[in-house]
């Protein structure tokens, strides 16, 4: 059964949480091909003002889809989802980093659903104005 299921605006979805570190974004640059060094290398990542390595923004909107795609099950689909990129999720050594993403339904219309997403790590919005659309599967 979807979270989803019997939905009304201002429905709150359950906070889901992902913990992000330094081998997921060695594997994440591998398999996109963005081998940018202030994903991967501390020293670079500092020398050009960063706090240390952040993960890919790309990462952070997919970490996000995963949740929704979870929330949905096989009932809904996603079919669009959009954010602005805010802070970035600095990601220290030898540690992981939580990135937390929960959600609300803002909108219910005949065809689509409209989720607003809140996707925060050390306590700070890492997406701003970030909203999904899903349809009936």
Same mark, same amino acid.
């Given at each position: 059964?979807?979270a989803l299921t019997g939905i009304e605006v201002g429905a709150e979805l359950? %906070? *889901?949480?992902? *913990?992000? &570190?330094?081998?997921?974004?060695?594997?994440?640059?591998?398999?996109?091909?963005?081998?940018?060094?202030?994903? $991967?290398? #501390?020293?670079?990542? +500092?020398? =050009?003002? $960063?706090?240390? =390595?952040?993960?890919?923004?790309?990462?952070?909107?997919?970490?996000?889809? @995963?949740? $929704?795609?979870?929330?949905?099950?096989?009932?809904f689909k996603v079919v669009e989802i959009f954010a602005r990129f805010t802070k970035p999720v600095i990601v220290e050594a030898d540690s992981t980093t939580?990135? #937390? =993403?929960?959600? @609300?339904?803002? #909108?219910?219309?005949?065809?689509?659903?409209?989720? &607003?997403? %809140? =996707?925060?790590?050390? #306590? *700070? +919005?890492?997406?701003?104005?970030?909203?999904?659309?899903?349809?009936?599967?």
């Amino acid at each position: 059964m979807s979270a989803l299921t019997g939905i009304e605006v201002g429905a709150e979805l359950p %906070t *889901q949480t992902f *913990q992000l &570190d330094r081998t997921m974004l060695s594997n994440y640059a591998k398999a996109s091909g963005d081998l940018n060094p202030i994903h $991967l290398d #501390e020293a670079f990542a +500092k020398s =050009v003002g $960063l706090p240390n =390595v952040i993960a890919h923004g790309m990462l952070t909107m997919a970490l996000a889809g @995963k949740a $929704l795609n979870t929330w949905c099950n096989k009932e809904f689909k996603v079919v669009e989802i959009f954010a602005r990129f805010t802070k970035p999720v600095i990601v220290e050594a030898d540690s992981t980093t939580a990135l #937390e =993403v929960s959600g @609300k339904i803002g #909108e219910i219309t005949e065809e689509k659903i409209r989720v &607003d997403l %809140t =996707v925060i790590s050390n #306590e *700070q +919005k890492v997406l701003g104005m970030t909203r999904a659309f899903v349809i009936k599967a």
